[in-house]
């Protein structure tokens, strides 16, 4: 008993998921990222969904079995870089967290030739960096960033201009540099967004919108440990409970989960777990979750039009009917 009292619990809602154990499904959409960054004809890509649905653990996940899933791994370093950090709200501060990224992987560090190019690292800049990443190709050398908080970049319009973002551009289209960019909106919407005219935006062909979980996964995530050999900590009606009240929502399955196995923990009624549920599940709108992010712009884009039109119908019948009542009190 006690060892099952102190057994961790599986199952993490919120924070982006660090441990390949307590990672769950998204093959297929590993698989596409995959063949479109490291594949023939290569190109970046943008991963694109609402917060929770997973957006940062999936290309954190990336990052750590990239290896596993190419023939030659050795063409490419892939790092991660959450650009919500402090030192990513300047341009020469985003060059430097990802050349420390890069510089610290094990492939680079165990090549002497591949750190001379970064000899002045303190002092890098857009034409540096340029030129570092440059001489790596020469060298047959990939780096792959992935991007997650994309959208934290347009706080800072001062820094991250049009200038920034077509040399981004250059790098991609000369095959210097790819990127995975995570963001909750397609990026042309952010170039409509804040008026920028940089070609950049326009050059993301590959847009993976993220959705929910399969059936099939979300049984798997909720009878964890048991993928790894070990007993699920939940059992099977509570299984079935956590895919009752989360469905295949990533934040939301992962939420009931853990809520349920608290309960199970500390010998508190089913019911308890339910309200705690609830009450963080009332603040994620249902209709916008529920909607794929490929519509999801569609909705928000004509969905006041909608409203405008019918207010304007209703307002129509209203009239007619004070209009028709008044003929037949005459």
Same mark, same amino acid.
Request: hydrophobic share 40%.
């Given at each position: ?8 619990? +599986? ?102 030739e591949?750190?001379? +190019? ?17 001489e ?14 994309f959208e ?80 699920a ?16 929502? +990533? ?17 508190l ?10 009450q ?12 794929p ?38």
């Amino acid at each position: 008993m006690t060892s099952q009292l102190l057994a961790p619990c +599986p199952f993490l809602a919120g924070p982006m998921i660090e441990k390949p154990q307590h990672f769950v499904g998204r093959e297929a959409e590993l698989d596409y990222i995959t063949s479109r960054i490291m594949g023939m004809g290569s190109s970046s890509i943008n991963v694109v969904g609402k917060q929770g649905i997973g957006k940062s653990s999936l290309i954190y996940r990336f990052c750590q079995t990239y290896e596993q899933r190419v023939e030659n791994p050795r063409r490419f370093v892939v790092i991660y870089l959450n650009l919500q950090e402090a030192h990513c709200q300047r341009e020469n501060g985003f060059y430097l967290a990802a050349a420390r990224q890069l510089l610290n992987h094990p492939l680079v560090k165990s090549k002497p030739e591949l750190m001379r +190019p970064w000899k002045n690292i303190k002092s890098l800049d857009r034409q540096s960096f340029s030129g570092a990443i440059g001489e790596w190709k020469r060298q047959g050398l990939y780096p792959v960033l992935c991007l997650d908080e994309f959208e934290a970049l347009f706080r800072y319009p001062k820094q991250f201009n049009d200038g920034f973002f077509d040399n981004l551009r250059f790098l991609i289209n000369s095959n210097i540099l790819r990127l995975v960019v995570a963001s909750h909106r397609k990026l042309d919407f952010y170039q409509r967004r804040y008026k920028l005219t940089s070609s950049f935006f326009n050059g993301f062909e590959q847009v993976l919108p993220l959705g929910e979980l399969t059936q099939e996964e979300a049984r798997e995530l909720v009878s964890l440990p048991e993928r790894m050999g070990a007993k699920a900590v939940l059992s099977t009606e509570e299984q079935s409970l956590a895919r009752e009240w989360g469905g295949g929502h +990533p934040f939301l399955l992962q939420l009931a989960a853990s809520l349920l196995w608290e309960a199970q923990q500390q010998g508190l009624d089913v019911s308890w777990a339910q309200a705690k549920f609830e009450q963080v599940a009332r603040r994620i709108p249902k209709p916008l979750w529920k909607i794929p992010p490929y519509l999801d712009e569609f909705v928000r884009s004509y969905g006041s039009v909608v409203m405008i039109i019918l207010l304007v119908l209703f307002a129509i019948g209203l009239l007619h009917q004070t209009h028709l009542f008044g003929l037949l009190q005459k």
